[in-house]
């Protein structure tokens, strides 16, 4: 089971909702990992779907990962800020050995990232998204911490069916 650090673990921020945003993201995702691991042990299906990242609960899990790094790295780039040297996310094939130690890691480099970014980096300008959305700093933030949420929603409610 993973150990969530000390709050102080995660440095001051010039902007504190980013900070905020960057402990709840952490809480989401461990949050997320732990119900994975419920709906794993109950060996829940997921609803068919033309989506490959809705495969398995494997693929899930890999897509979780592996968005939560294009988060940050993405940011990073449209501030341009140094790579936040976030490995790859793990394959989903074996990715239950491996899970933990990448969500340690994923945490671990989420905290520095953006401490020294002034606030008023967060919300102006918009920047195109990977899917062609465009999002300000800030509203990536948030809806990195609602990607978790709502993996974890749609697990707690298959979860509850069975």
Avoid at 2 to 20: E, W
Avoid at 66 to 87: F, S
Avoid at 118 to 125: G, H, I, L, N
Wanted: proline share 8%.
């Amino acid at each position: 089971m993973l150990v969530q650090k000390p709050l102080n673990d995660v440095p001051p921020h010039a902007y504190p909702g980013a900070r905020a945003m960057v402990i709840l993201h952490e809480r989401q995702l461990r949050s997320f990992l732990a119900t994975w691991s419920r709906a794993r042990a109950a060996r829940v299906a997921l609803p068919e779907s033309e989506d490959p990242a809705y495969v398995s609960l494997d693929t899930l899990i890999a897509h979780v990962c592996r968005a939560a790094r294009g988060y940050m790295v993405w940011m990073c780039e449209v501030l341009d800020l140094p790579d936040p040297g976030i490995r790859s996310a793990p394959a989903a094939a074996g990715i239950e050995s491996v899970v933990e130690d990448y969500i340690d890691h994923l945490v671990e480099c989420w905290r520095q990232p953006l401490s020294q970014v002034a606030e008023s980096k967060f919300d102006q300008p918009e920047y195109p998204s990977r899917w062609k959305v465009n999002y300000c700093v800030d509203a990536m933030l948030e809806h990195a911490v609602m990607h978790p949420l709502r993996h974890e929603f749609q697990l707690e409610t298959l979860i509850g069916q069975r």
